[in-house]
């Protein structure tokens, strides 16, 4: 199973920018979608979590500026980020479990917003 993450890049604060992941592997069975962040000797943090019926968890800071959506038949899941501050600027990480509790990360995509 493996799973590809795009949509990073470099935007100004105040922009928007839209990260995607896609899961491969015809027998997965996802459970929880979510995406992570971290900055370099950090640990990873929560930004946003999506449940296969959609209850949804966001972090404090990215409440009201981040919204967290998937699709199950396509196994994707995306962040759209809006608004977003210098503070926001982290390698992000797209997260997978499975029914059976099985993890699976994807390889990570920088997001840099700068002023």
């Known amino acids: 199973v493996q799973l590809q993450a795009s949509g990073g890049g470099l935007v100004q604060v105040g922009g928007s920018l839209r990260l995607s992941c896609a899961a491969s592997?015809?027998?997965?069975?996802?459970?929880?979608m979510a995406w992570y962040r971290q900055a370099p000797g950090k640990q990873r943090e929560l930004v946003a979590s999506?449940?296969?019926?959609?209850?949804?968890n966001y972090a404090d800071s990215v409440k009201g500026r981040f919204t967290i959506s998937r699709d199950n038949a396509k196994k994707m899941v995306a962040l759209q980020m809006n608004t977003l501050t210098s503070e926001d600027t982290f390698v992000y990480y797209c997260?997978?479990?499975?029914?059976?509790?099985?993890?699976?990360w994807g390889q990570g995509t920088q997001v840099t917003v700068s002023s």
């Open positions: 592997g015809s027998s997965l069975s996802i459970y929880v």
């Open positions: 997260y997978m479990r499975d029914v059976w509790n099985n993890e699976y």
């Open positions: 999506i449940t296969r019926s959609g209850g949804t």
